[in-house]
């Protein structure tokens, strides 16, 4: 294996410099294994299950599949940055109300993937959420509280844009 110069990447909205990867590295294990940021989840390395799902440049992805030297340059965000200092976002506390959380190995993923729709479509219907989310595969909740967290999450992000 060759190791590459290190390289910065913009997590959160904090550089962090990656010195020791090697050339090859997923984006995933750079986050997980070289900088400690764990919250994304390593599931199936194919960019099937969603489990995985950062933020580049705005657009959900699969850190599994993204090189992590091609990532320099760009705006990564984990699910460690959703939410703000001790806050919980308004997804992530929306999920927490319905219950949408239960092994939460889907978790992360599924709630970049939301956040990324809200922001696009603030009244998002069924289908549009389900395609949304088509990407992110849970095996516990059946996704009837995810739907239902979705749709919490909506609802408080018009309540807080309505003055």
């Known amino acids: 294996m060759t190791s590459v110069d290190g390289f910065s990447l913009s997590i959160n909205g904090h550089n962090r410099s990656v010195v020791d990867a090697v050339?090859?590295?997923?984006?995933?294990?750079?986050?997980?294994?070289?900088?400690?940021?764990?919250?994304?989840?390593?599931?199936?390395?194919?960019?099937?299950?969603?489990?995985?799902?950062?933020?580049?440049?705005?657009?959900?992805?699969?850190?599994?599949?993204?090189?992590?030297?091609a990532a320099a340059g760009r705006e990564v965000v984990t699910i460690e940055g959703l939410g703000s200092e001790g806050d919980l976002s308004d997804v992530q506390q929306a999920f927490l109300d319905a219950g949408a959380v239960q092994c939460g190995f889907c978790t992360p993923g599924l709630l970049m993937a939301v956040d990324?729709?809200?922001?696009?479509d603030s009244k998002p219907d069924?289908?549009?959420?389900?395609?949304?989310?088509?990407?992110?595969?849970?095996?516990?909740?059946?996704?009837?509280?995810i739907l239902d967290a979705v749709d919490r999450a909506a609802a408080a992000r018009q309540a807080e844009a309505t003055p």
């Open 116 to 120: 990324a729709l809200l922001d696009d």
């Open 23 to 69: 050339a090859g590295e997923s984006l995933l294990f750079v986050l997980r294994e070289r900088l400690g940021l764990a919250g994304s989840k390593n599931a199936c390395e194919e960019g099937e299950c969603g489990s995985c799902t950062v933020r580049l440049d705005g657009e959900t992805v699969c850190s599994c599949l993204v090189l992590a030297e």
């Open 126 to 145: 069924d289908l549009t959420v389900r395609e949304a989310i088509s990407g992110n595969l849970c095996r516990c909740t059946g996704y009837g509280r």
